[in-house]
């Protein structure tokens, strides 16, 4: 399994961004997938998770301004990302979860600043 991520980049405090990442080996439909973000200096932290039913979960810093979503037919996970803040910036990588294991993508950077 692979993981490409994109969508990252630079954007003033309340814009939007939408992340995207793409899955390749045939499991994405089994899977659950999520976003994390890991900021300067910091571990890196759960932002958005989907399971594989469907159930999503999110950071409380992410509640309200963020929606985690996904696209079988492209396997594809989305974060789209609204109202953003300075604190939101960080390198966002995408995880997909199957079976016993866990698979990364190779994160996308988000900087939010005026």
């Known amino acids: 399994v692979q993981l490409q991520a994109s969508g990252g980049g630079l954007v003033q405090p309340g814009g939007s961004l939408r992340l995207s990442c793409t899955a390749s080996?045939?499991?994405?439909?089994?899977?659950?997938q999520g976003w994390y973000r890991q900021a300067p200096g910091k571990q890196r932290e759960l932002v958005a998770y989907?399971?594989?039913?469907?159930?999503?979960n999110y950071a409380d810093s992410a509640k309200d301004r963020f929606t985690i979503s996904r696209d079988y037919a492209k396997n594809t996970v989305y974060l789209q990302m609204t109202s953003l803040k300075p604190e939101d910036t960080g390198v966002y990588y995408c995880k997909l979860s199957y079976d016993i294991r866990d698979y990364w993508g190779q994160g996308t950077l988000v900087t939010v600043s005026s």
């Open positions: 080996g045939g499991v994405f439909s089994m899977s659950a």
């Open positions: 989907i399971s594989s039913g469907g159930n999503t």
